[in-house]
């Protein structure tokens, strides 16, 4: 049975930051590429950032500079550092895992929210 958790979601001030992190099992980690994304009420999903099996990194345009995306295949974990975090940042945030062999799997996300 295939598992992503999150964690690390909250309310945070405008200028804040918050660390994300999601653990999988269930899945040869280390094969996939992972990625954050995140869907504020009344908008799509939206990729925040991906990173692949290599480590290759890449961001929307909007969290370029402020995100940081990283991984530890040995953990089986990824994480999304958020940084100078703003008021449009609010959303759920998910974790993915995929595709590998047209195959993706989600987890069940996290709150964040960015507010004074």
């Known amino acids: 049975q295939v598992q992503l958790v999150e964690s690390g979601g909250g309310l945070v001030q405008p200028g804040g930051s918050l660390r994300l992190s999601c653990t999988a099992s269930?899945?040869?980690?280390?094969?996939?590429?992972m990625g954050w994304y995140r869907q504020a009420p009344g908008k799509q999903r939206e990729l925040v950032a991906g990173v692949t099996s290599g480590g290759g990194t890449n961001y929307a345009d909007s969290v370029k500079g402020r995100f940081t995306i990283s991984r530890d295949n040995a953990k089986n974990t990824v994480w999304l550092q958020m940084n100078s975090l703003k008021s449009e940042d609010t959303a759920v945030y998910f974790c993915k895992a995929g595709p590998f062999n047209s195959i993706s799997y989600w987890g069940q996300g996290t709150q964040v929210t960015v507010s004074s």
């Open positions: 269930g899945i040869r980690f280390s094969l996939y590429i």
